[in-house]
């Protein structure tokens, strides 16, 4: 008959709890960090926490303090990962920078960096309840994976792609994309009211994430400078305008063929997206290379960093920069060409 240790404890609704622990240590670290709510805990007993008490503490405030559901999303996700480890059952007091390393380079750059991001908030948590131990992200690295290209369509290459399209919402739904520079979750969540064809402008207010399963969440934009006016070209406002007649303010502006919620899912299978990619030479094509289209097609255009990272709606001109800088190149060959201009005629000065 095998042992197991049980922890009791009364909620604040005077309801009871229990959780049952294969060894006492477990049990008795579990209790200890169920007995500090606000003050730390004697050093004795930090030591002895577990990674799964840590992260109940962190999520609970998490949810309380209304955290998007998409970052929710990957929070969990990051501490799934870590959940798979050894390190939950050990006291985080044996828990050491290299088993972190070890956990981190299972992943790749993307998955590794938000795994890294919840070890460290796991740390700060034990430092609030008392931890005097080292910190064990210290030194640790996400692994860096080659930067991927990013591809860009000119605007007769948009042209192409959409023609191989058979179903016309489909070819209007490569243009808006491609011509607006939105992404496919702010797309999903436009709503009839978010157009204004007097002034021919969106007003991006919301974004769409896609769970697993099929559920879709609307919520804020991605960050608060997403929140933006976007300027849309004549013709595509001629679409925008199809679209939201006799519509209510309310509907989803773009929506599915069933009146439903935009899926870019679904979008890719029902219009051929595959194969129409591939045919005009470009395989690796995704839907959120249409923005990056769009941010290439704004600087040919004229637009400037500062106007592009308004319209794109990023956090701040560096991610603009560090993102597009190179399609500004040609402006680095004009100032080299200015200062050769400058040099020649000053030379010519003097030497009259």
């Known amino acids: 008959m095998s042992t197991y240790y049980e922890v009791r404890w009364v909620n604040r609704d005077k309801s009871t709890s229990s959780r049952s622990f294969p060894t006492r240590r477990e049990a008795a670290a579990y209790a200890a960090g169920l007995e500090s709510t606000n003050g730390k805990l004697p050093k004795s007993s930090a030591r002895q926490l577990l990674l799964p008490r840590l992260w109940e503490r962190i999520y609970e405030r998490r949810v309380n303090a209304n955290t998007k559901p998409a970052t929710l999303r990957v929070v969990r996700q990051a501490w799934q990962r870590i959940e798979k480890s050894d390190l939950v059952k050990r006291p985080i007091l044996r828990i050491a920078a290299e088993d972190v390393q070890h956990v981190i380079n299972q992943h790749g750059e993307f998955a590794g960096k938000?795994?890294?991001?919840?070890?460290?908030?796991?740390?700060?948590?034990?430092?609030?309840?008392?931890?005097?131990?080292?910190?064990?992200?210290?030194?640790?690295?996400?692994?860096?994976?080659?930067?991927?290209?990013?591809?860009?369509?000119?605007?007769?290459?948009?042209?192409?792609?959409?023609?191989?399209?058979?179903?016309?919402?489909?070819?209007?739904?490569?243009?808006?994309?491609?011509?607006?520079?939105?992404?496919?979750?702010?797309?999903?969540?436009?709503?009839?009211?978010?157009?204004?064809?007097?002034?021919?402008?969106?007003?991006?207010?919301?974004?769409?994430?896609?769970?697993?399963?099929?559920?879709?969440?609307?919520?804020?934009?991605?960050?608060?400078?997403?929140?933006?006016?976007?300027?849309?070209?004549?013709?595509?406002?001629?679409?925008?305008?199809?679209?939201?007649?006799?519509?209510?303010?309310?509907?989803?502006?773009?929506?599915?063929?069933?009146?439903?919620?935009?899926?870019?899912?679904?979008?890719?299978?029902?219009?051929?997206?595959?194969?129409?990619?591939t045919a005009i030479g470009y395989p690796k094509l995704r839907l959120h290379d249409l923005r990056h289209t769009f941010a290439s097609i704004s600087r040919q255009a004229g637009a400037d960093l500062p106007t592009l990272s308004r319209v794109m709606g990023h956090s701040s001109i560096k991610v603009t920069i560090d993102v597009y800088s190179h399609v500004y190149d040609d402006e680095l060959e004009s100032l080299a060409a200015g200062l050769e201009r400058q040099f020649e005629q000053k030379m010519g000065e003097n030497r009259s």
């Not at 692994?143 to 792609?161: M, T, W, Y």
């Open 114 to 277: 938000k795994t890294l991001q919840v070890f460290g908030e796991l740390f700060k948590e034990a430092v609030a309840l008392g931890f005097d131990g080292e910190d064990w992200t210290s030194g640790v690295r996400a692994r860096v994976q080659p930067p991927r290209n990013r591809l860009f369509l000119s605007v007769a290459e948009v042209e192409q792609l959409a023609e191989k399209m058979t179903v016309e919402r489909h070819q209007e739904t490569v243009k808006l994309l491609a011509f607006t520079g939105l992404r496919v979750g702010e797309l999903a969540a436009l709503q009839v009211g978010d157009w204004s064809s007097a002034t021919r402008r969106l007003y991006v207010q919301r974004n769409a994430s896609f769970a697993g399963g099929g559920k879709v969440e609307i919520h804020t934009t991605k960050t608060k400078k997403s929140e933006r006016v976007i300027p849309v070209a004549p013709s595509i406002a001629a679409m925008l305008d199809k679209a939201a007649a006799n519509r209510d303010p309310g509907d989803f502006l773009w929506p599915s063929p069933q009146g439903q919620i935009w899926r870019p899912g679904n979008f890719r299978r029902r219009s051929g997206w595959r194969d129409a990619v």
